[in-house]
């Protein structure tokens, strides 16, 4: 198991592990992502910015997160508890479904605490989509504490913080 920077080779692999996830998502009736969104160039962008990492195990892409500082301006509109440091925030954090529910999201979660304290970052935040149970439960029992609620495209989004110190 590694977990390690993705690079553009990967793209095809993560867009295969995004393309599976709609469609279990879907399946679920939770219409979270879509052809939009996360797309190619997001996914290639992610990589060239250097935020974008994959979980490797058996030699097989397994699921992948982004870690960056980027805040979606809806963001703006809630009061976050933890802002005396810099915040590093997780967007498409993303496990191919054959291999989901064996703890690789939490490992990633680790893997960004981890990460966000040895870089000096106060707190994580994220954001999870209201009509997914799963991921949101998982981030509760992790300690990530809800903030409120912010509107995308898709619908409404509980956003989460966890603080690192």
């Not at 390690?4 to 709609?22: C, T, Y």
């Amino acid at each position: 198991m590694d977990i390690k920077r993705g690079e553009i080779k990967d793209i095809a692999r993560i867009m295969d592990i995004i393309k599976a996830a709609i469609a279990n998502m879907e399946a679920k009736k939770v219409y979270q992502w879509d052809d939009m969104y996360p797309n190619e160039m997001v996914i290639k962008n992610d990589i060239i910015k250097k935020n974008l990492y994959v979980y490797i195990d058996e030699n097989i892409i397994k699921g992948i997160i982004v870690l960056n500082e980027t805040q979606d301006g809806e963001y703006k509109k809630l009061k976050w508890k933890y802002s005396a440091k810099k915040q590093i925030i997780i967007h498409r954090l993303c496990i191919d479904p054959q291999y989901q529910g064996n703890g690789i999201a939490k490992k990633f979660l680790k893997y960004a605490e981890e990460y966000s304290m040895e870089n000096n970052y106060g707190s994580i935040r994220l954001d999870a989509f209201t009509k997914n149970k799963t991921a949101y439960t998982m981030y509760e029992k992790l300690g990530y504490e809800k903030v409120g609620i912010v509107t995308f495209r898709k619908g409404d989004f509980y956003c989460f913080e966890k603080n690192l110190n």
